[in-house]
């Protein structure tokens, strides 16, 4: 199984997925049991009729454990470990209850073998300890006919046949499970990628302007330190130069930052969009206008990079819209997503409340509301005429 870097918990339509793969492995392994039952009509015996009862239902709820460890990835592993143990306890419970159900008449424990057979797949990851497992439920099946006067043919067919016909369905299906997993884990990491790479351009960018700057300074200083005792004077030279260092070297770092802050709102848009799509959400887009001034065009792009974060951080969206117009003298960004929940962020959330101080510097407004799982942003900015 996948690791528990994402779980169905925190992904809507993975966890739709989840669903549906424990839907059909259930009703595939719960029907293994209905022809095990079946054997319980054909018993004369009312004391056998319950033992075997007894054995089926333990088996069936051993399954349906093994069943739910097998598309629970955040589930610890010694659970996992413990609900095998659990399954193999029953599949040796089975044979003194249930074997000598109809006896010579029906092969039910042998149903019980093709079931067990079946599980290989949710129980072992290795193909040879599958059929390991395999050959050491049909000699247990030879056992059983022999045991109870059955048809050793017969029990051999139904145990085998049926075992590795239910095994490649089972198997298949956990296999395109464990590759859905695996998807949604390499588009979070696509998207993790993405910010951390980011970052780290910033942070050579501020290297790249400070590390000249402040090794000069340290330079200057040393020497005026040196210089103070001897010449005043040029101590204070060397000292005033320090300080023109590093007020240019604070030029430097604000017009770097500027700079980052100042996207260019299409590059933006083309940038959260893509991220989002990679990530398995439909974007519809209705694109700026061309006309929009650059600093209300840098503003908006400002708004739209924490809007794209907190789709993939705090929601579990399936589709988003963003709209980006003008009217008159106010251009206005509306972004909408469908994956509302309780962590979804609000008008108190910190990176939220930095944007609206910002907008409200330039004029602007910053408003969120929430419907049912529709959660919105608008920002609107002021037009200079």
Not at 200 to 215: E, P
Request: charged share 20%; with cysteine.
């Amino acid at each position: 199984m996948a690791s528990e870097a994402v779980t169905p918990r925190a992904d809507r339509r993975l966890h739709r997925a989840r669903q549906a793969t424990l839907f059909s492995l259930a009703t595939g392994v719960w029907a293994s049991v209905l022809l095990p039952a079946l054997g319980l009509t054909r018993e004369p015996d009312p004391g056998r009729v319950a033992l075997g009862a007894v054995g089926i239902l333990a088996f069936t709820i051993a399954q349906t454990v093994v069943l739910y460890a097998a598309v629970t990835p955040w589930l610890d592993p010694r659970w996992r470990r413990r609900a095998q143990l659990g399954l193999a306890g029953a599949a040796v419970l089975t044979v003194p209850l249930v074997a000598p159900v109809a006896a010579g008449r029906w092969p039910t424990w042998a149903w019980l073998g093709a079931a067990l057979i079946g599980m290989a797949p949710l129980l072992l990851v290795r193909l040879r300890a599958a059929l390991a497992l395999a050959a050491g439920v049909l000699v247990v099946a030879v056992a059983v006919a022999w045991w109870t006067g059955g048809s050793v043919p017969r029990h051999v067919a139904v145990t085998g046949g049926i075992g590795v016909a239910v095994a490649a369905v089972n198997g298949f299906q956990v296999w395109f499970w464990g590759l859905l997993v695996d998807a949604r884990q390499g588009q979070a990491a696509q998207a993790r990628l993405a910010a951390v790479e980011e970052r780290l351009r910033f942070a050579r960018d501020v290297h790249d302007v400070l590390g000249h700057s402040l090794t000069v300074i340290a330079l200057k200083a040393e020497l005026a330190a040196r210089l103070a005792p001897v010449d005043p004077e040029r101590t204070a030279r060397e000292a005033a130069e320090v300080q023109r260092l590093a007020a240019s070297a604070l030029i430097e770092v604000r017009e770097t930052v500027h700079g980052y802050r100042a996207v260019d709102l299409d590059e933006q848009l083309a940038a959260v969009v893509g991220v989002l799509r990679s990530c398995g959400v439909r974007c519809t887009v209705l694109p700026p206008p061309p006309d929009l001034p650059q600093p209300v065009a840098t503003e908006l792009a400002a708004v739209l990079r924490e809007a794209g974060t907190n789709v993939l951080r705090h929601s579990r969206a399936d589709w988003c819209r963003i709209r980006i117009e003008r009217e008159d003298d106010v251009a206005r960004m509306t972004v909408a997503n469908d994956g509302a929940d309780d962590r979804a962020p609000d008008a108190h959330s910190h990176g939220l409340r930095g944007l609206a101080d910002r907008l409200a510097a330039a004029g602007g407004e910053l408003r969120v509301r929430r419907e049912d799982t529709v959660f919105t942003l608008e920002a609107t900015v002021p037009v200079p005429s």
